[in-house]
């Protein structure tokens, strides 16, 4: 009700005040007061009313006190009531917000009591490094999206570009590409004590073997066997075996197919005999 009073008065008010300056020869002339005139002194009233001090700002809002109301549900969901309750004071004039906090009861799934938290506002979170923006179209919003392993963040990290070949990403910001610099397996690893036990079993064995070829080397199976092909066949072996140390020493890619090449010929020059 008291606000209809206040209503009521500013519009009487700014009336009178047209009247007053712009009606005084004839004051029931219905040209007088039109909605134009009428404008400017409703923006420029100060009225003290009912709820307090009444004016407008040049946007025709009106300046005061601003009440904040909390909309709530009282009781379960069986017998839930609603009710408004104010909290707060907004001031327009000195721009100053008084509100308790501790009275605002915010809405939550699962309960309706004062535990539940303000609902998180946000367009989209913060990507973390090794993800792009990507935005959703029609929109200013985004989803992270995380780059692939070999790729980086470019572009204000709004798009992946994948490292050339033989370079990887930093892995602090994952912005830049830095080249790959070849690291060798130390003689203190369990990995390369292993092989070099495996090697010097093989050549050991490989070498018993060149023994008992060089003692017996006339003998009829070791003529029937081809003599010089099992002889490269057993540098082949020892090659084969040695390469990874070979590896260890000098980190190049050496592949040797001098063994297979030299079996290869030997099952050759048998399926022949055998043909023949």
């Not at 009591?113 to 946000?122: E, I, M, N, Q």
């Not at 610099?181 to 073997?209: E, K, N, R």
């Amino acid at each position: 009700m008291s606000i209809i009073l206040d209503t009521v008065d500013v519009y009487v008010d700014a009336i009178s005040r047209l009247v007053t300056d712009l009606c005084k020869t004839d004051s029931a002339d219905d040209q007088c007061v039109t909605g134009q005139r009428l404008l400017p002194y409703l923006l420029s009233i100060n009225h003290s009313g009912h709820n307090g001090n009444i004016s407008f700002d040049k946007n025709g809002d009106i300046l005061g006190r601003y009440e904040i109301m909390n909309f709530r549900r009282l009781g379960g969901s069986s017998s839930a009531t609603y009710e408004a309750r104010a909290v707060g004071v907004w001031d327009t004039i000195s721009e100053t917000l008084d509100i308790n906090d501790s009275q605002i009861i915010w809405s939550s799934p699962s309960s309706s009591s004062a535990a539940a938290g303000p609902p998180r506002s946000s367009c989209g979170r913060e990507c973390a490094v090794g993800e792009v923006y990507h935005y959703i179209p029609t929109t200013c919003c985004w989803r992270c999206r995380r780059c692939g392993p070999s790729e980086i963040a470019v572009d204000n990290a709004t798009r992946c570009q994948s490292c050339p070949q033989f370079y990887w990403p930093e892995p602090v910001n994952q912005t830049d590409c830095l080249p790959i610099i070849p690291t060798l397996i130390s003689y203190t690893d369990a990995v390369v004590i292993v092989f070099a036990a495996f090697t010097v079993v093989g050549i050991s064995s490989t070498l018993i073997v060149l023994v008992i070829y060089v003692r017996h080397n006339d003998a009829r199976i070791i003529k029937a066997t081809s003599r010089e092909l099992s002889y490269m066949m057993l540098a082949g072996v020892v090659i084969q075996v040695r390469r990874s140390h070979v590896l260890q020493d000098q980190g190049v890619n050496l592949c040797s197919r001098f063994g297979a090449k030299v079996l290869r010929v030997e099952v050759n020059k048998m399926s022949s005999s055998r043909a023949g």
